[in-house]
């Protein structure tokens, strides 16, 4: 009841400010108000998803200069929301990239692969690839948001390229 008092307390605060105009004058500048009010905070819908993509974007593109820096072909980079890796076979390394650092290793510094996921109804959601090292500053990276088929399909060809199995 209180809220339905502040509403209608400010609606006739609206319709005495625009009292010279017609019912259809004030619901339409009325619509407008409301509208313009919430444009500015529409942003807050769309931010999140608008953060994930362009940081995807730009992992991608710190990958790239990383790759041709190194002559390393892109087809070999795996991608991640956060974390992403360029496999590459010629000098048997891997760089996995953050947007804020890069670390190198042999592939002999890597001791096992696991694919990690949630299930949710029977599908394989937020994928992730957990490279286990031996490197004791950081033991483990992990590599996600892929879908289920890039996941298995990277898993099975990282195991082979590592002769894991």
Do not use: C
């Amino acid at each position: 009841m209180f809220i339905f008092n502040i509403i209608r307390a400010i609606l006739l605060m609206f319709r005495a400010m625009f009292a010279a105009e017609s019912a259809g004058e004030f619901l339409f500048k009325l619509v407008l108000w409301f509208i313009g009010a919430l444009v500015p905070f529409s942003f807050l819908l769309i931010w999140p998803k608008l953060i994930d993509h362009g940081s995807g974007v730009l992992l991608k593109r710190k990958a790239e200069r990383i790759a041709k820096k190194k002559g390393i072909a892109m087809d070999r980079y795996i991608k991640g929301e956060n974390t992403g890796a360029i496999v590459d076979k010629n000098t048997r390394n891997i760089i996995f990239l953050t947007h804020y650092e890069q670390w190198e290793l042999a592939f002999d510094q890597i001791r096992g692969l696991e694919w990690e996921w949630i299930d949710r109804n029977g599908r394989k959601t937020k994928n992730h690839l957990v490279f286990l090292t031996n490197d004791e500053e950081k033991p483990l990276y992990k590599v996600g948001s892929l879908d289920s088929h890039e996941a298995q399909e990277w898993h099975n060809r990282l195991e082979m390229t590592l002769q894991l199995s």
